[in-house]
């Protein structure tokens, strides 16, 4: 299995369905895209993920930095 947005040939099973065999769900561990084997081909095929929205490792390496979640507001 490769990752449909980046081609990269490392993804993980994250978790599993309660029922067991009905979805599960998987990361990339190079760009960190998440999906459900459940979704369509568009989310889980490399071939039919758009093309605009594709990554290579360099797009990956020259990415801004995500910013950090501010704390909760507390009252």
Do not use: K
């Amino acid at each position: 299995m490769i990752c449909p947005r980046c081609a990269h040939d490392t993804v993980d099973t994250v978790t599993t369905s309660p029922v067991p065999g009905v979805w599960d769900v998987l990361q990339c561990v190079r760009c960190l895209y998440m999906w459900r084997t459940t979704e369509p081909d568009r989310r889980t095929r490399r071939e039919a993920y758009p093309v605009e929205f594709r990554m290579t490792q360099a797009d990956i390496d020259a990415a801004p930095e995500v910013p950090v979640v501010p704390p909760l507001r507390v009252g």
